[in-house]
T-cell receptor, first 110, second 115 residues
Framework: GQQLNQSPQSMFIQEGEDVSMNCTSSSIFNTWLWYKQDPGEGPVLLIA?????ELTSNGRLTAQFGITRKDSFLNISASIPSDVGIYFC??????????FGPGTSLSVIP | DTEVTQTPKHLVMGMTNKKSLKCEQH?????MYWYKQKAKKPPELMFVYSYEKLSINESVPSRFSPECPNSSLLNLHLHALQPEDSALYLC??????????????FGPGTRLTVL
């Protein structure tokens, strides 16, 4: 079946550093979504990408939809302690179904 | 109102109990979803309702029974669960088939423990 790969699996960074993580797939997706999840909470949508090549920002977050439609990256600039959490990429295959990547766990050292 | 609400937040039940999880949204969304999430794993899709009709069942055991009474409400009825069913159960909603911009918005989840 369709699978997403995320890298890195986990990251430990100093506060103030920039962060980059990516997501790849062997399948083409029409939409890429990036979510952040805090422990015991539901995922929160950060950025949605709808067109190949699209680059979208949301505050300190920037994400891009790869030209091949098989990958996406998320950058976080000037990290702060509240950026800690698990970041999931998700690809949408149809109007109703979303496939999640395994997640990248981010730890920020003050 | 731009949120998905779920009740209860925590639930502990025995293997012989019957319980229900509830989900509600008032964003006018016409697609609603149930996901199961184990610790340190991504959410796994269980069911999708589109316009109050079940459109996807990801081969979920019959001890989980979804119900969509109307476009704002989604229930998950639980009966004769196993300890391995303990997990965070997430509800999500989206605009539905009519919209290309169809991102899913999640509720806070119900933490279920089966003893």
């Amino acid at each position: 079946g369709q699978q997403l790969n995320q890298s890195p699996q986990s990251m430990f960074i100093q506060e103030g550093e920039d962060v980059s993580m990516n997501c790849t797939s062997s399948s083409i997706f029409n939409t890429w979504l990036w979510y952040k999840q805090d422990p015991g909470e539901g995922p929160v949508l950060l950025i949605a990408l709808y067109k190949a090549g699209e680059l979208t920002s949301n505050g300190r977050l920037t994400a891009q939809f790869g030209i091949t439609r098989k990958d996406s990256f998320l950058n976080i600039s000037a990290s702060i302690p509240s950026d800690v959490g698990i970041y999931f990429c998700a690809g949408k295959t149809s109007y109703d179904k979303v496939i999640f990547g395994p997640g990248t766990s981010l730890s920020v050292i003050p | 109102d731009t949120e998905v609400t779920q009740t209860p937040k925590h639930l502990v039940m025995g293997m012989t109990n019957k319980k229900s999880l509830k989900c509600e949204q008032h964003m006018g969304h016409r697609a609603m979803y149930w996901y199961k999430q184990k610790a340190k794993k991504p959410p796994e899709l269980m069911f999708v309702y589109s316009y109050e009709k079940l459109s996807i069942n990801e081969s979920v055991p019959s001890r989980f029974s979804p119900e969509c009474p109307n476009s704002s409400l989604l229930n998950l009825h639980l009966h004769a669960l196993q300890p391995e069913d303990s997990a965070l159960y997430l509800c999500a909603s989206s605009l539905g088939r009519v919209s290309t911009y169809n991102e899913q918005f999640f509720g806070p989840g119900t933490r279920l423990t089966v003893l």
